[in-house]
């Protein structure tokens, strides 16, 4: 089992930044494909950004390509959101997740931290 726990969100102004951190806990998520989702009030959640464990590949969602990035430090178990320029729009619940390499479905999933961006 992987244990993932979400830190970092909060208010910010329109423009403002903030970066999210995922911890991952219980097992080793080195080969993992790490992303982040978000789901805001009333909508579906949404895929944002996930980078591949095998080969560091990032993708974006056209929303954010540019005003985000998503990292990770292995060393830590430590998977990273800046995001910048925000907009009222990214206002949403941010989770983490992880699945194992290959074409597998998202298995864990943090809790969840909310991000509200005031206009």
């Known amino acids: 089992q992987v244990h993932l726990v979400e830190s970092g969100g909060g208010l910010v102004q329109a423009g403002g930044s903030l970066r999210l951190s995922c911890v991952a806990s219980?097992?080793?998520?080195?080969?993992?494909?790490m992303a982040w989702f978000r789901q805001a009030p009333g909508k579906e959640r949404e895929h944002v950004a996930r980078i591949s464990g095998t080969d560091g590949s990032l993708y974006y969602e056209d929303s954010v390509k540019g005003r985000f990035t998503i990292s990770r430090d292995n060393a830590k178990s430590t998977v990273y959101l800046q995001m910048n320029s925000l907009k009222p729009a990214d206002t949403a619940v941010y989770f983490c997740?992880?699945?194992?390499?290959?074409?597998?479905?998202?298995?864990?999933w943090g809790q969840g931290t909310q991000v509200t961006v005031s206009s």
């Open positions: 219980g097992r080793t998520i080195n080969t993992y494909t």
């Open positions: 997740a992880a699945r194992r390499a290959g074409p597998n479905n998202y298995n864990y």
